[in-house]
């Protein structure tokens, strides 16, 4: 198998793409990272610069695929090295360029190493070497694999990856009817105050409705983008998907984007945006025009749940951070990204920081799920 790079995802032709191993995820998709290459959220000027590896084989058919980027900082891929780059640079190091496989601006699990089905065995463990040599030969300080999911993650363990603990809050569908069989399972104080937070919305005389990508209008999609946008001003964060963005990923992955929409009479007057795939709800970005008690909880963890219900999803996973997610039963979840590190001081220093702070996230997780909403078992 020959290794090369593309300068785009659009750079594979889509029915090479489709015939990869990607669990039909959203966010590995020619769609998500297309739209996100050539609308300028993943494009050189704001630090990503695309060299996916593709592997060939001797018919020169893609046999397996990794989500490549070069960066020049940190900004937008969830990495948690904020202070990495200053123990570089004491070091006498540069941190920057690295390499780094991953979704920009989505902390999202899911597949890295993606394997062509029906490919030869050895693919994946073939990319991550790939990956490697390509990282020596442009002088990155590391090559990041980031939110990777059980099956990659073994590999690149075994392969003497550094592996990092995170923690996020993912909601599992335990074969709930529907919400209120969900709520039966609360304790009662907490079961009344989800109940009146959701009671809050419809006393606003707000109505939800469902949107998936391929049934949102151009008048539509202005306002989601507004609320998406708006947000991240508000918090002085910068907005990276335009509004050309969400018109081509919604066209493209059409019914595994869904929108809960809020309206005001005729009007819409907040959205969140989320995505799925066959077994999954992944909540993205949310943002409203007004001021309206509970409407943030409904429209981004009370509609998911029903509609990751309706759908038989096995669960809701509703994006990093978010203490406030465990009064909802968004259950604290460990996540994994794998670490190379060039640099055999630096990589003992990352080691033994990494060892540590592992001991604490394991803390902290045991710490959160004391906080669940759930009635104690019986017994």
Known sequence: MRPAFLDGADDLPADEWRRLATDNDPFVSREFLGAAEQTGAAAEALGWRAMHLVLRDAGGDPAGLLPLYLRQHSFGDFSRDWNWEPAWRRAGLAYYPKLVSGVPYTPSPGPRLLARAGAQDGVAAALLAAAIDAARACGASSWQCLFVRESDRSLLESAGLLMRRGVQFHWRNRGYRDFADYLDGFTADKRKKLKRER??????????????????????????????????????NHPAFSLEFFRR????????????????????????????DGTALYGRHWGTDIVCPGLHFELSYYQGIDYAIAHGLDRFEAGAQGEHKLARGFEPTPTWSAFWIADPRMRDAVAHFVNREDDAMQDYQAEM?????????DG
């Not at 707000?206 to 990508?213: D, F, K, M, N």
């Not at 990923?249 to 799925?276: D, N, Q």
């Open 199 to 236: 009671r809050a919305v419809g006393d606003a005389g707000l109505r939800i409705e469902i949107r998936h990508g391929d049934d949102i209008d151009a008048p539509l999609w202005r306002a989601i983008h507004r609320h998406y946008r708006d947000t991240f001003q508000r918090y002085g």
């Open 249 to 276: 990923v919604g066209a493209g992955l059409a019914r595994r984007l869904v929108v809960f929409v809020a309206y005001r009479r005729e009007r819409p007057v907040a959205s969140a945006i989320c995505y799925r």
């Open 369 to 377: 799920t004391q906080h669940l909403p759930y009635k104690a078992a």
